[in-house]
């Protein structure tokens, strides 16, 4: 059997993307049934004002990285919004524009458009022959105009709801409601117990947390508790009470938050950020404001869950468990070695100690300059690892999208799993689209850029 090369933090990375599909129905208000529609990916389009093919990698600067960056390193960093300093266009119809396509016969026409001097320094995103006597070039609309068009669709008050603004952060421990939303009580804290699949990412890039979240309701189930005391007179009011643990701190207790069970809820009712996949079930959403809480250090109850966005999976599993971190780089090892990775953390092939995998802040930024929209693969995400499969062969990592959806479509194994889940075998169909699939180890190490576990 080959030998894994021992943890390095070096593989250590700080993660962050939206859900869109949380965002799209914060954006027309209301819930949207997406395992009915026909072509998910054109309404995704059509609602975020985005190509679906650029999605899923912030180097296009599209609306699932707001409030983010790319810096020279090619790492992921949080930003100032340039979307709270623009104002949007004024456009009443489809039909007008802000560019007179028939004024336009040369390259030099177009220089007032870009606001430039030289046309020369005009970006070209693709340039095609498409026959022995024309050339197509595609161009970069220029920052100003690409943030005046977006901003029609993600206002100022839509941005403040759904990305942290490092220069306000002297307020992030106010007592802070998002624009338009209530705090209310949307159902019970458990309808069984905690499940994997519950935990569904909303409109907040933290991947990182609510990956980490699954990971531990599927490895340490018993983890995930509600511990509550009556407030009310007629102990008809309660506040949960989470524990939070030092990371690599040998299980000492960091702080115990206490939170009511009021959730941010949109104006018609509907959660906008982390929820479960089970109706009428909060507890992911409680996790979710009381690590707000955490991060924060506010003393009231409605914390900013803005704040929870971008961080390191493994440090938040280590949070939620009080485990020791490992983290492991995809660059260093092969896809065997990965996979015998996961083997090693695994019993009856499901991880018995939480695992979350990570992937490259940009396509750009791995070593095979991977193209992460053609793999339904998403950059600077964090999944859940769910264990290992074999077959014909081939040997396969089980990972977890925590947006409950968008699972990989290179070098995927298309079957049912049945893993042991504590007490019980419990069946995983791949083919059903709820964010679960099961890769390839050597595709797994082309997409991905590490791998870690809180023990």
Same mark, same amino acid.
């Given at each position: ?257 206490? #939170?009511?069970? /009021?959730?941010? +809820?949109?104006? *018609?009712?509907?959660?906008? =950020?982390?929820?479960? %996949?089970?109706? &009428? @079930? ?31 999976? #493994?440090?938040? /599993?280590?949070? +939620?468990?009080? *485990?020791?971190?490992?983290? =492991?780089?995809?660059? %260093?090892?092969? &896809? @065997? ?45 964090? =999944? ?72």
């Amino acid at each position: 059997m080959p030998t894994t090369p021992p943890a390095t933090d070096g593989a250590a990375q700080n993660c962050a993307v939206i859900n869109p599909y949380a965002l799209a129905e914060l954006l027309v208000g209301r819930k949207i049934p997406w395992k009915q529609l026909p072509d998910v990916p054109r309404v995704l389009e059509q609602i975020l004002g985005t190509p679906y093919a650029e999605l899923f990698d912030p180097k296009y600067r599209g609306p699932l990285y707001i409030g983010l960056r790319l810096n020279k390193n090619l790492q992921l960093e949080r930003t100032h919004s340039p979307l709270l300093d623009v104002e949007p266009e004024a456009v009443e119809n489809d039909a007008v524009s802000n560019i007179d396509a028939t004024s336009v016969r040369t390259l030099g026409d177009l220089a007032s458009y870009f606001r430039v001097r030289d046309v020369a320094s005009i970006a070209i995103d693709c340039a095609n022959v498409v026959d022995p006597s024309r050339l197509t070039l595609v161009l970069e609309l220029p920052d100003e105009v690409r943030y005046r068009r977006l901003a029609r669709i993600f206002t100022k008050e839509t941005v403040r709801k759904i990305a942290y603004d490092p220069q306000a952060e002297g307020h992030a421990n106010d007592d802070w409601t998002p624009s338009g939303a209530t705090w209310g009580d949307a159902g019970r804290f458990f309808n069984e117990t905690a499940e994997f699949f519950d935990p569904v990412q909303g409109a907040v890039a933290n991947c990182y947390y609510i990956a980490a979240l699954s990971a531990v309701a599927w490895a340490m189930p018993y983890r995930i508790a509600q511990t509550t005391r009556a407030t009310g007179q007629n102990q008809d009011q309660f506040f949960d009470m989470v524990r939070f643990y030092t990371p690599d701190g040998g299980g000492a207790i960091d702080r115990e938050i206490e #939170v009511s069970e /009021t959730v941010p +809820l949109g104006a *018609g009712g509907g959660f906008i =950020y982390c929820r479960s %996949s089970e109706a &009428g @079930e909060i507890w992911p959403a409680v996790y979710e404001k009381a690590y707000a809480k955490l991060k924060t250090g506010t003393t009231t109850d409605h914390p900013d869950i803005t704040a929870t966005a971008w961080g390191d999976c #493994v440090w938040a /599993t280590a949070q +939620l468990t009080g *485990g020791t971190r490992s983290y =492991y780089d995809t660059a %260093s090892r092969t &896809g @065997e070695q990965l996979w015998q990775l996961v083997r090693s953390h695994s019993l009856s092939y499901r991880t018995f100690h939480p695992m979350t995998a990570w992937t490259y802040a940009t396509g750009d930024a791995s070593p095979d300059k991977v193209d992460y929209a053609s793999a339904h693969i998403v950059g600077s995400h964090c =999944y859940t690892v769910l264990g290992w499969a074999y077959r014909n062969c081939k040997q396969y990592i089980v990972l977890r999208n925590p947006w409950g959806n968008t699972e990989a479509t290179a070098s995927v194994l298309d079957a049912t799993l049945s893993m042991y889940d504590v007490s019980w075998w419990r069946p995983i169909t791949l083919n059903v689209v709820d964010g679960t699939f099961a890769m390839e180890a050597d595709a797994f190490k082309r997409y991905f850029a590490g791998i870690g576990v809180a023990v």
